[in-house]
Every structure is written in structure tokens, then in C-alpha cells.
């Protein structure tokens, strides 16, 4: 049996869409990991709800993640997976300060919700001609996802 990729998927254009959807992989996680420290560190009256908010979010990001690293894994490159690798290749950014505010925490997902959506876009075009539908489907389900969770943060800022 081959190791080749054997699946229809235009060979051109594999490695190319393996390395889009390693960054957005890398923007994922650490958006995911940025939700999770908000949850656990959001204060003020809003706790409650941003805690509970925060929560849902990073679920669903954890099982994104996944799926991005398994469609990689599909197209025959290893999916990155540690914080050096991520660190470089992510445009979305770690919040190192002790003491974010919960209105800026809300600001700084929202930005970041935002970006994920830009780079899930920038893929796109990678597509056209490569007959790979599942990432298609995959790229499409993240930026509904994304665009939805940006609307919904914008809400809470004025």
C-alpha cells in the first residue's frame, strides 16, 4: 500500500491548504487558551455571564481543533501542536497581563474572533480548483462559527 494521497484532492494545492489551515490551527488554540484564562480570571458585575459565555466558547474552540488538526492530518502534513510552533505562525496573540479588564477581555476575543474569520478566508481561495470539499466544509463551518461569536461579543461592548 502507498503512502500517497490517493483521495482526489489536487496535489498542487495540498501542502498550501495544510499550511493555511496551520495557522488558523495556531489562531484557534490560542484563542482557545485566551478564552479559558478569561473564564477563570473575569471579575465585576458581569461575572456570571461572561464566565458562563467564556465557557461555552472555549468548549466549542477545543473541539475545533481538533477537527482542523485532523483535516491536516487528511492532507498528509503533521498538524503543529506545541506553544512555539503556534507562537509563531498566529497572528492572534496571548494576553500576558495579570489584570484584564472584563470589558477589555470582551474586546480583545471579539478582535480575535475576528481575525480567525479573516485568515479562515484568506484559505479559501487556496480551494478553488483542489476539489478538497472537506475543507471547504470545515472552513465554512469556522467562519459561521466565528463571524456569530464576533456579533455576539460586539453586542456586549459599546
Given at each position: 500500500m502507498s503512502n500517497v494521497l490517493n483521495t482526489g484532492i489536487n496535489e498542487d494545492?495540498?501542502?498550501?491548504i495544510a499550511k493555511g489551515l496551520s495557522?488558523?490551527?495556531?489562531?484557534?488554540?490560542?484563542?482557545?487558551?485566551?478564552?479559558?484564562k478569561y473564564h477563570w480570571n473575569v471579575t465585576g458585575p458581569m461575572f456570571q455571564t461572561l464566565?458562563?459565555?467564556?465557557?461555552?466558547?472555549?468548549?466549542a474552540m477545543a473541539l475545533a481543533v481538533d477537527e482542523l488538526a485532523e483535516r491536516i492530518r487528511v492532507l498528509g502534513v503533521k498538524?503543529?501542536?506545541?506553544?512555539?510552533?503556534?507562537?509563531?505562525?498566529?497572528?492572534?496573540?496571548e494576553d500576558s497581563?495579570?489584570?484584564?479588564?472584563?470589558?477589555?477581555?470582551?474586546?480583545?476575543?471579539?478582535?480575535d474572533h475576528e481575525q480567525i474569520v479573516?485568515?479562515?478566508?484568506?484559505?479559501?481561495?487556496?480551494?478553488?480548483?483542489?476539489?478538497d470539499e472537506g475543507t471547504n466544509s470545515l472552513l465554512g463551518a469556522?467562519?459561521?462559527?466565528?463571524?456569530?461569536?464576533?456579533?455576539?461579543?460586539?453586542?456586549?461592548v459599546s
Open positions: 494545492k495540498r501542502l498550501e495557522g488558523l490551527l495556531a489562531e484557534s488554540y490560542t484563542l482557545y487558551l485566551k478564552t479559558h464566565h458562563l459565555m467564556f465557557e461555552e466558547q472555549y468548549t498538524a503543529p501542536g506545541s506553544y512555539t510552533e503556534f507562537a509563531e505562525i498566529s497572528r492572534v496573540k497581563s495579570e489584570n484584564t479588564p472584563a470589558e477589555e477581555m470582551i474586546k480583545n476575543l471579539l478582535a479573516r485568515t479562515a478566508k484568506e484559505i479559501l481561495p487556496m480551494l478553488e480548483g483542489a476539489n469556522r467562519i459561521e462559527y466565528h463571524e456569530k461569536t464576533a456579533w455576539m461579543l460586539r453586542s456586549l
